[in-house]
């Protein structure tokens, strides 16, 4: 007998299908008669409403048997198919019980494997084409060389966070409730791996559009991202619509709305900048919080000379560089700041 029950939590938790099931069953009772008979020549029927498998042994009708396991004599198959004759191949029922211990063991282990297999084949199904999308998950331990396990939500399915997609400086401890980027969906020998992310700008992304009902209506768009993770991270932005204010709209009432998306990820700070064709005008947008006094153009097309107040240059510069550094990938041009002297 199956337990119906079990195969129904099968069929429902693991998104199984019945078809496979009876295959996968199919597949483990024929090992079990191949284990206790030494051949192949089972045919296995299960009835998953009655939760009955039958097994029966494919005999061909002689005259003369010599193999007792894949023969039977033309008087002998009359018993069970009257109009039987010599060539015939007719089905003859195998009691369960006659099935070894050893071979009942290969049979769960024939079963258990495939479902397996399945599930892994499923959950790479799903993940694949969920790269790019982001999730949310328990933190669920520390795997080797520095990952962080995730249970992702509500597939009961364990993603990782490797080190380099990790935000500095943030602690994630177990049971913590967090959101992250499907990155990548990597099928291995030991099943798929789901590679999540905290650290990359399409994560921030991401985050933003929850946020930020005027991105996902097509009204504000992000135009580039530069991230120095739980440092820094600079947003620019432009608006379709010249009613609606981009930066405003991202920064949202009292900041609620960027204070939301920095809260995800460790407090790091976000520049949200405005974006602008003309990249004198970008390039300053984008020194923000700094104030500058003017942005020259290199000639070769690729840098700029940016000049501060003498009283904005470390807010210009940022600690480490890091605001300087940021602007120059947020816009894509190389900035050399300009160190006011005094007197200037």
């Given at each position: 007998?199956?337990?119906?029950?079990?195969?129904?939590?099968?069929?429902?938790?693991?998104?199984?299908?019945?078809?496979?099931?009876?295959?996968?069953?199919?597949?483990?009772?024929r090992?079990?008669?191949?284990?206790?008979?030494?051949?192949?020549?089972s045919?296995?029927?299960?009835?998953?409403?009655?939760?009955?498998?039958?097994?029966?042994?494919?005999?061909?009708?002689?005259?003369?048997?010599?193999?007792?396991?894949?023969?039977?004599?033309?008087?002998?198959?009359?018993?069970?198919?009257?109009?039987a004759?010599?060539?015939?191949?007719?089905?003859?029922?195998?009691?369960?019980?006659?099935?070894?211990?050893?071979?009942?063991?290969?049979?769960?282990?024939?079963?258990?494997?495939?479902?397996?297999?399945?599930?892994?084949?499923?959950?790479y199904?799903?993940?694949?084409g969920?790269?790019?999308?982001?999730?949310?998950?328990?933190?669920?331990?520390?795997?080797?060389?520095?990952?962080?396990?995730?249970?992702?939500?509500?597939?009961?399915?364990?993603?990782?966070i490797?080190?380099?997609?990790?935000?500095?400086?943030?602690?994630?401890?177990?049971?913590?409730?967090?959101?992250?980027?499907?990155?990548?969906?990597?099928?291995?020998?030991?099943?798929?791996?789901?590679?999540?992310?905290?650290?990359?700008?399409?994560?921030?992304?991401?985050?933003?559009?929850?946020?930020?009902?005027?991105?996902?209506?097509?009204?504000?768009?992000?135009?580039s991202?530069?991230?120095?993770?739980?440092?820094?991270?600079?947003?620019?932005?432009?608006?379709?619509?010249?009613?609606?204010?981009?930066?405003?709209?991202?920064?949202g009432q009292r900041?609620?709305?960027i204070?939301?998306?920095?809260?995800?990820?460790?407090?790091?700070?976000?520049?949200?900048?405005r974006?602008?064709?003309?990249?004198?005008?970008?390039?300053?947008?984008?020194?923000s919080?700094?104030?500058?006094?003017?942005?020259?153009?290199l000639?070769?097309?690729?840098?700029?000379?940016?000049y501060?107040?003498?009283?904005?240059?470390?807010?210009?510069?940022?600690?480490?560089?890091?605001?300087?550094s940021?602007?120059s990938?947020?816009?894509?041009?190389?900035?050399?700041?300009?160190e006011?002297?005094?007197?200037d």
């Amino acid at each position: 007998m199956i337990d119906i029950d079990v195969l129904k939590n099968i069929e429902k938790e693991e998104g199984i299908s019945k078809d496979y099931l009876m295959e996968v069953i199919n597949a483990a009772f024929r090992t079990a008669y191949k284990k206790t008979f030494d051949e192949s020549n089972s045919v296995v029927k299960v009835n998953l409403s009655k939760g009955e498998v039958r097994l029966y042994a494919e005999k061909t009708v002689v005259e003369h048997v010599n193999n007792p396991l894949l023969e039977i004599s033309l008087k002998e198959s009359l018993k069970f198919e009257s109009d039987a004759k010599i060539g015939d191949q007719i089905l003859i029922e195998i009691p369960l019980k006659l099935l070894s211990a050893s071979a009942i063991t290969s049979a769960k282990q024939v079963f258990q494997q495939k479902i397996m297999e399945k599930k892994r084949d499923i959950t790479y199904s799903i993940f694949s084409g969920k790269v790019g999308e982001t999730i949310t998950g328990r933190v669920t331990r520390m795997k080797g060389k520095g990952n962080i396990g995730v249970n992702i939500e509500p597939y009961n399915i364990e993603g990782f966070i490797p080190p380099e997609e990790q935000i500095s400086n943030e602690r994630l401890f177990r049971d913590r409730l967090i959101k992250a980027y499907i990155k990548e969906t990597v099928m291995t020998d030991g099943g798929p791996l789901i590679v999540l992310s905290r650290a990359c700008p399409e994560f921030l992304a991401k985050l933003l559009e929850m946020e930020v009902p005027e991105i996902t209506q097509k009204i504000v768009e992000i135009k580039s991202i530069a991230r120095e993770p739980g440092v820094r991270a600079k947003i620019s932005v432009a608006s379709k619509d010249i009613n609606v204010d981009p930066v405003g709209a991202c920064i949202g009432q009292r900041g609620v709305r960027i204070n939301n998306v920095s809260k995800e990820i460790n407090y790091e700070r976000i520049d949200v900048i405005r974006y602008n064709a003309n990249p004198e005008i970008y390039i300053e947008n984008a020194m923000s919080p700094a104030k500058v006094e003017r942005v020259e153009m290199l000639p070769d097309g690729k840098g700029a000379n940016v000049y501060p107040k003498i009283e904005e240059y470390a807010t210009a510069l940022g600690a480490n560089g890091v605001n300087v550094s940021l602007a120059s990938k947020l816009t894509g041009y190389f900035i050399h700041l300009v160190e006011p002297k005094e007197g200037d």
